[in-house]
């Protein structure tokens, strides 16, 4: 039965165009990203790494949040400054723009976190699990599997199994345009996998399970690939995380709460962008157990919801 199930899928997956275009959507944009990071000479504008990597650090937690958003903002206020000033200082006549960037002197482990940070990924993963499980209720394909009657758990156990093959190999596709970029617009090709790139690997794989695993469970909920796919989009660009945090900044102060509350710190979304190469054991732990959970209540949520459906 999991034979038959796991071929069933996998040809569906096979004929559908997106399987194909989305991972090509994905090189590109993770090259134009890693452009910017390692061919763009920012430096004479004011961006330093060093600076990049404290608002990186400002922006990962709730406390650091409101710094974060007041540094970008008063910076707008200094920058508008400079302008009108006689006195500002000019950009020297001789820059140039195509140079050595922020992270040209890197290696691929670090180049691969900032693009799996960046969330490429989970938007990709949004669009084809929304096509891949919405066709089902597009076609009616659902009616005419009999076979499976009664044995939905069987069948979404496979569905969810497909979704994490195919998450694995857009992370390898990350990495392998991480390498590309490095070969192309870095120093050197230095790969600095050590075990804590391996750890960050598997980890960060896990999160975009649960999250591919979220998108199709509010599609089976809905039965509308719009659904999942609207919300897997609206995860990835970061728009919820940015409500959570200001939702959190909020009842911080209303209720008195810890400094170190941050609703964020419980989403996938947060935990993926926020991980780094070399984050404690703690932020770790409660990264895979965020995984577990959203997992759970995906797999149980629709599989309770579509079986209540079907008796109906």
């Known amino acids: 039965m999991f034979a038959r199930a796991f071929k069933s899928e996998a040809y569906r ?9 989305l991972p090509a959507v994905l090189i590109v944009s993770v090259l134009i990203t890693n452009f910017i990071y390692l061919a763009i000479n920012m430096e004479p504008l004011g ?15 709730v406390e ?38 922020l992270y040209y002197y890197e290696d691929v482990a670090t180049i691969f976190s900032l693009d799996v940070g960046g969330l490429h990924e989970l938007l990709m993963m949004a669009i084809f699990i929304g096509l891949y499980i919405g066709s089902v209720y597009k076609t009616g394909m659902d009616k005419n599997l009999s076979i499976f009657a009664g044995r939905r758990g069987l069948l979404f156990g496979v569905r969810m199994l497909m979704i994490a093959l195919y998450s694995l190999v857009i992370h390898l596709i990350n990495l392998l345009t991480a390498i590309l970029s490095m070969a192309m617009m870095g120093e050197s090709v230095r790969l600095g996998f050590d075990k804590a790139f391996y750890l960050y690997f598997l980890v960060t794989w896990i999160l975009t399970i649960a999250f591919g695993c979220v998108v199709m469970s509010v599609t089976h909920i809905t039965r509308s690939k719009a659904a999942g796919m609207t919300l897997g989009i609206l995860l990835s660009v970061g728009i ?41 054991g703690h932020f770790t732990v409660r990264a895979l157990i965020c ?13 309770i919801v579509v079986r209540r459906r079907d008796i109906a």
């Not at 650091?64 to 200082?89: H, K, L, R, T, V």
Request: with cysteine.
């Open 13 to 21: 997956i096979f004929n559908m165009k997106s399987t194909f275009i």
């Open 240 to 280: 919820l995380s940015t409500i959570v945090s200001v939702v959190s900044l909020i009842l911080q102060k209303r209720y008195d709460l810890a400094m170190g509350f941050n609703l964020g710190n419980y989403t996938l979304t947060h935990n993926l962008s926020a991980m780094n190469l070399y984050s404690d």
């Open 64 to 101: 650091g949040y409101q710094d974060s958003f007041m540094a970008g903002f008063q910076s707008g206020i200094n920058s508008a400054n400079m302008m009108i000033e006689e006195e500002e200082e000019e950009i020297p006549e001789d820059y140039q723009i195509f140079g050595e960037g």
């Open 47 to 61: 961006f330093t790494r060093e600076r990049v990597d404290e608002l990186q650090e400002m922006g990962t937690d």
């Open 291 to 303: 995984a577990a959970v959203y997992f759970c209540l995906a797999y149980i949520g629709s599989l």
